[in-house]
């Protein structure tokens, strides 16, 4: 990036860049995956902008059908470049709700003749709620309590828009409004021992049960004699 921004620029500002990149540095992010065809993509994208329908082949790893591909088809709203990976925000008419589709997960894709009008005015709206790039799951207030050596961790880092942190010795209690999801619950299950559940009870009653199914996977076996 910075050898493209100094090709630019030029000599006089070849030095100031230098002179950064000795004093910051960046932790490179984990690229998507390089296994998705163009074709592909370009088959998405132009669905996106000519507003057609598209027939997808999507294999899902939660759901009626884990791991087993299903036939879609959606309304494509845009594509959707975030931590590492590249997804499809669309309609899901079987559903008859918006999904975010892991675009390395959608192994055929064919644009129809039949149209869509888009209706989500933005990305920015449509992941509002969202801890991450899921936007399914139901709103809820939720609030958690951290500690021990991730309860710092955490008070110092933005998480959500809506994210209120308060630091009170070494117990951080962390609020936001956002949509319960597994990607809500992998990141709690995340943060180990050091983090409780206050609300709502829905949640806690998932993140342990998830943690038992970890404990009992983990668990030391007797080797055979």
Same mark, same amino acid.
């Given at each position: ?42 088959? #998405? $994208?132009?669905?996106? !902008? &000519? ?6 082949? @999507?294999? /899902? ?77 139901? #709103? $809820?207030?939720?609030? !958690? &309590? ?6 710092? @961790?955490? /008070? ?70």
């Amino acid at each position: 990036l910075f050898t493209k921004i100094e090709s630019l620029l030029g000599e006089r500002a070849a030095h100031a860049i230098e002179e950064f990149t000795k004093t910051v540095a960046f932790k490179p992010q984990e690229r998507w995956s390089s296994e998705i065809s163009r074709d592909l993509l370009d088959t #998405l $994208h132009a669905a996106c !902008i &000519e507003g057609n329908q598209l027939n997808i082949v @999507y294999t /899902s790893v939660s759901g009626e059908s884990p791991n087993a591909p299903t036939e879609r088809r959606v309304g494509p709203e845009c594509l959707y470049f975030a931590d590492a990976g590249v997804y499809l925000v669309a309609y899901d008419y079987d559903k008859k709700a918006y999904r975010t589709f892991a675009v390395p997960r959608i192994k055929e894709a064919a644009m129809l003749d039949d149209g869509y009008d888009s209706t989500i005015t933005s990305p920015e709206v449509f992941f509002q709620h969202s801890f991450g790039v899921l936007g399914s799951g139901d #709103l $809820h207030e939720i609030k !958690i &309590e951290v500690g021990g050596p991730m309860a710092r @961790y955490v /008070s110092e880092r933005r998480w959500h828009a809506s994210q209120t942190t308060s630091l009170m010795g070494s117990q951080c209690i962390l609020e936001m409004k956002v949509n319960l999801n597994e990607e809500l619950v992998n990141w709690i299950l995340s943060l180990g021992s050091c983090a409780k559940v206050i609300h709502p009870t829905k949640l806690a009653k998932i993140v342990y049960e998830e943690a038992l199914k970890i404990a009992e996977s983990n668990k030391p076996r007797k080797k055979a004699a």
